[in-house]
Nanobody
Framework: VQLQASGGGLVQAGGSLRLSCATS????????MGWFRQAPGKEREFVAA???????????DYADSVKDRFTISGDNVKNTVYLQMNSLKPEDTAVYYC??????????????????WGQGTQVTVSS
């Protein structure tokens, strides 16, 4: 399984960014997919997760800190997972990682439940 995160950058507070996580094979269709972030000096924290439930239905979960601002989605054809981030705040500044975990586990916000990780993309929000 290979994951390639992209789309990070520098944005002013209140702005938007869309992160992408390109996956190998049918990773998105067969795994739980998550976004996590890690700020300097802090532990890696859960942002959002998604899995496929049926042909066209998806289940998603979000950290409280990003609910109503971030949206996770996926494209089965492109094997890509997205994180649309709106109303960005300086406290959203971090390296963002995408991850894939076994569908045998429930959708989870714990990094321990994810087996494969992308390289990370930096998001910086200026005040």
């Amino acid at each position: 399984v290979q994951l390639q995160a992209s789309g990070g950058g520098l944005v002013q507070a209140g702005g938007s960014l869309r992160l992408s996580c390109a996956t190998s094979g049918r990773t998105f269709s067969t795994n739980n997919m998550g976004w996590f972030r890690q700020a300097p000096g802090k532990e890696r924290e859960f942002v959002a997760a998604i899995n496929r439930n049926g042909a066209y239905r998806y289940v998603a979960d979000y950290a409280d800190s990003v609910k109503d601002r971030f949206t996770i989605s996926g494209d089965n054809v492109k094997n890509t997972v997205y994180l649309q981030m709106n109303s960005l705040k300086p406290e959203d500044t971090a390296v963002y990682y995408c991850a894939a975990g076994s569908r045998m586990r429930p959708l989870s916000g714990s990094p321990l439940d994810y087996d494969y990780w992308g390289q990370g993309t930096q998001v910086t929000v200026s005040s």
